[in-house]
């Protein structure tokens, strides 16, 4: 591929993310929900702009690498561990319980298969899309509806930054059985052992970066030393324990975000993950989707897959919740706040695809997932709040 072709190729995609990506924000949407249109319309789905390359695939490697470092960066760890057990118990329920219904409806679909085989691990993969987590929406609706600091608001923040965890440790665990031919033992051995060599050599680093921190405050140096721990964290995750990259970037992420200037590494980092990589990744979403194989069936599970990711949510959260303490309205708030999905369950997809766990068509059922669900949570917590307000958020607004 000649050089010059690169530079047409990042020209159309750049330029289409950012024009769907504000029609999507005007639109209510996401903006990544704009960045994917703009793929399936610039790529062989519609208009043949612009087809999949290495350098792109490469370009997007980095993008969601850089997505998932700064998601661990933005993760406040004392405030994690003030919520308590009842957030852990939710997220845990917010987990199993779509991993249970989406390898179910996955078998349902397409028979069921024996534990450890090949088919029962792509049904299980398909529940692991289902557990993923994005509150930005909720946290927006919260935030405008003036409850965001309330009881509900603190948890479904906290429940969801712990289900991510969850959820990317079962990720790993589900490519682990893919690539070590579906040995468990050996998976949980390689998982384990990478998450106490990163959290005694995250300790290490983390004293290091204090150090450096303190010296040479606000310095363009710790935000590109901090990138190179990402990148390190990366190799070392895939290259010896057979472990998703973006598992060894949200790890680094989490070493560093309590570190004085993590917000500072954060927006750093930003500027080049917003402008440049992760509008290709979420464009190259798009690009590999293919709608050739759309037939009946496929959207038959599409809606399926949509609708059991929504009331999993609701029925995993929701219920525990109210075993917790809460009241049914607010158990309800809390299962609907957790039902979003967004860039995380688009990083699953995308690894489940590198690894041959799934088919590019099914990036059409989690595209249709992320568009239902980020319409459809703002209007019921919109509604749940205006018939039934939480009187502990009232004086804080």
């Not at 047409?8 to 929900?33: E, H, M, T, Y």
């Not at 700064?70 to 939710?90: C, F, R, S, W």
């Amino acid at each position: 591929m000649e050089t010059y072709l690169i530079f047409r190729d990042l020209a159309i995609i750049l330029i289409a993310a950012k024009c769907f990506g504000i029609l999507a924000r005007a639109l209510k949407a996401p903006q990544v929900v704009g960045e994917i249109i703009a793929g399936l319309v610039i790529g062989p789905c519609m208009l043949g702009l612009v087809n999949q390359s290495d350098f792109i695939v490469q370009m997007a490697e980095i993008g969601v690498v850089m997505l998932m470092f700064n998601a661990g960066l933005g993760t406040d760890l004392k405030e994690l561990l003030k919520t308590g057990p009842v957030a852990l118990i939710i997220a845990c329920a917010g987990v199993f319980v779509p991993l249970v219904l989406g390898t179910l409806l996955y078998m349902g679909f397409y028979g069921a298969a024996a534990v450890g085989s090949e088919h029962f691990v792509r049904a299980l993969f398909i529940g692991t899309i289902m557990t993923a987590t994005s509150v930005s929406i909720t946290v927006a609706a919260l935030k405008e509806l003036g409850y965001l600091k309330g009881r509900v608001g603190t948890t479904i923040v906290s429940a969801a930054i712990i289900d991510d965890v969850i959820g990317i440790i079962v990720l790993t665990f589900v490519i682990g059985m893919k690539s070590s031919d579906s040995n468990p033992a050996s998976v949980i051995l390689k998982t384990a052992a990478f998450f106490v060599i990163t959290i005694i050599g995250g300790v290490i680093i983390y004293k290091l970066f204090a150090l450096l921190d303190k010296k040479y405050p606000h310095t363009q140096r710790i935000p590109i030393l901090s990138f190179g721990v990402c990148l390190i964290f990366s190799y070392l995750a895939e290259r010896y324990f057979g472990i998703a990259d973006i598992t060894g970037a949200y790890v680094a992420g989490l070493v560093l975000c309590n570190l004085h200037d993590s917000d500072y590494i954060e927006k750093k980092i930003d500027i080049s993950s917003y402008m440049f990589f992760a509008p290709i990744f979420f464009v190259g979403i798009g690009l590999k989707t293919t709608l050739n194989d759309l037939n009946g069936e496929i959207l038959l599970f599409s809606i399926a897959f949509v609708l059991v990711a929504l009331f999993a949510k609701i029925i995993g959260c929701g219920i525990v919740s109210r075993l917790s303490g809460f009241s049914i309205p607010d158990s309800l708030k809390i299962g609907i706040g957790m039902m979003t999905r967004g860039e995380v369950a688009l990083v699953v997809a995308q690894k489940g695809l590198t690894a041959g766990l799934v088919e590019p068509i099914y990036f059409t059922s989690v595209i249709l997932l992320i568009i239902v669900s980020s319409i459809a949570t703002p209007i019921l917590l919109k509604l749940l709040y205006a018939k039934y307000p939480e009187r502990i958020a009232a004086a804080q607004k």
